[in-house]
């Protein structure tokens, strides 16, 4: 089984208040699957994203290579480890679940 986990990130960006720059870091979080849920911050030009995943570096890494021109950083706030795996193995153990 493969193990997931529940990553929050901030990504910092250069202008939430710009149409052009809000339509841009939008689209480029829809593409990422992982990504569970996105709260937009134009005060503080900050979106804070919900990823789940077995590799939230590869995701942090993805973002910053696609949003070279709007996206100043991108850093992570807290990491909550949810492991599949004891949850499936839970399911089994009671029979819910026939492997």
Same mark, same amino acid.
Do not use: W
């Given at each position: 089984m %493969?193990?997931?986990?529940?990553?929050t990130?901030? /990504?910092?960006v250069?202008?939430?208040?710009c149409?052009? $720059?809000?339509?841009?870091?939008k689209?480029?979080? $829809?593409?990422?699957?992982?990504i569970?849920?996105q709260?937009?911050?134009?005060? &503080?030009?900050?979106? #804070?994203? #919900?990823? %789940? @995943? @077995?590799?939230?570096?590869?995701?942090?890494?993805?973002?910053? $290579?696609?949003?070279?021109?709007? /996206?100043? $950083? %991108?850093?992570?706030?807290?990491? &909550?480890?949810?492991?599949?795996?004891?949850?499936?193995?839970?399911? %089994?153990?009671?029979?819910?679940i026939?492997?």
């Amino acid at each position: 089984m %493969v193990e997931t986990h529940v990553t929050t990130m901030v /990504i910092k960006v250069v202008d939430l208040g710009c149409e052009k $720059c809000r339509k841009k870091i939008k689209k480029l979080l $829809c593409k990422i699957p992982q990504i569970q849920s996105q709260i937009y911050v134009e005060k &503080e030009n900050t979106v #804070t994203i #919900t990823v %789940v @995943c @077995c590799s939230p570096e590869k995701i942090k890494k993805k973002i910053l $290579c696609k949003g070279c021109g709007f /996206i100043e $950083c %991108v850093s992570t706030l807290q990491s &909550e480890e949810h492991v599949v795996t004891n949850a499936m193995k839970g399911l %089994v153990a009671h029979g819910v679940i026939a492997i």
